[in-house]
């Protein structure tokens, strides 16, 4: 709720408030094209559909690798956001698995993102990282949360808490049409994460 | 054990026994020679190491892409293979388990395999399929054992148990060099199999 920012490093001067909203507006819309008709389609689209014209886009977003970039990083940025409010609301062990369950649905569309900029020559790693810390930093505040309260294996730590979310999106990739058994995979998962069983 | 077959389709005739050992051996020194350099090993690099000429190779396999081939279908048949010895050796809990291991270790090889061969435009999804169906059959029969066992959840079927060793495979790849994170990972997905305490 910061009013005021000083950017820590120099960086593009600030957008102005209207501006601001234009460019979260360009964002929503861009997010919504590409999720109907995938990374492929148009900038041109992307205006249309938000009503402005191709070179209000382009203000923002010069390229249309920048454009993606930035739903990429949008999405990541919701994602910790929605962990943070998760906890305030719910507690850490179903905010854990609320999250877990929105990051696994996200990662498809994710890769589809990583992938096109990728072939675009776009260094994701790069692009991405901060956003991507951000959402590790909320991650490893619900696993230890979780893990305290007992719901989650003490020996969990967060790259493996990572590596397997990566493996169930790829397992519901696998099941992508058959819910039956993509629900029976998802409680494989989510069992596996709690402590096991004395014995 | 049987020392007679008759094709079940029409096929190429069979070899005689000394040249199926030779493609057997050339089969055997593939596999290395593509483990060890990659999908890319030229077809001369396994003649010489199979200390044979490389007209010999391509009266075996007419294109690299045929041995490539030949390797992912004997790759799938002796981990059906091994999946049925497990059983009569050990039960089919302890089978299931140590076929899922090494089915998992086997997977990134497999899918090295799968994308050479997409790349050259081969069908592998129709060329392994014979092998793959063997496969699934060991795999269903372990399941149904490991279940009535009281072993495994009860409600899993073999869609998801594939989806899940696709999955594995996957969270395993993310963790490459971290043997600490991926032995939890490891434990999450077996603990997750078991069924689940009532409560």
């Known amino acids: 709720m910061t009013t005021e920012q000083t950017p820590p490093v120099p960086g593009p001067k600030p957008l102005r408030a209207d501006a601001r909203r234009n460019r979260a507006r360009l964002l929503e819309v861009a ?5 109907e008709q995938g990374t492929g389609a148009s900038t041109e689209e ?7 014209g191709i070179a209000t886009v382009f203000r923002h977003f010069p390229t249309k690798e ?14 910790a956001e929605e962990g943070r409010r998760l906890l305030a609301e719910s507690g850490p062990t179903e905010a854990l698995f609320a999250l877990f369950d929105l990051i696994v649905e996200a990662s498809p569309v994710k ?8 072939d675009a020559g776009v ?12 959402l590790h930093a909320v991650l490893s505040e619900l696993l230890s949360g ?4 007992g719901a989650v294996r003490k020996d969990l730590e967060v790259p493996e808490l990572i590596a397997i979310l990566v493996g169930t999106a790829r397992m519901l990739e696998h099941l992508d049409g058959h819910p039956a ?4 995979a998802r ?9 096991p069983v004395a014995g």
């Open 66 to 79: 920048a454009l993606l970039e930035a739903v990429l990083i949008r999405r990541l940025e919701q994602l």
């Open 181 to 184: 058994s993509a629900a029976r």
């Open 187 to 195: 409680a494989v998962v989510r069992d596996g994460l709690r402590p």
């Open 111 to 118: 890769n589809a993102f990583a992938a096109a900029l990728a």
């Open 123 to 134: 260094d994701v790693g790069a692009a991405a990282a901060e956003a991507g810390h951000a």
């Open 146 to 149: 979780a893990q305290r309260a």
């Open 31 to 35: 997010e919504a094209v590409f999720a």
């Open 46 to 52: 992307v205006a249309r559909r938000a009503n402005v």
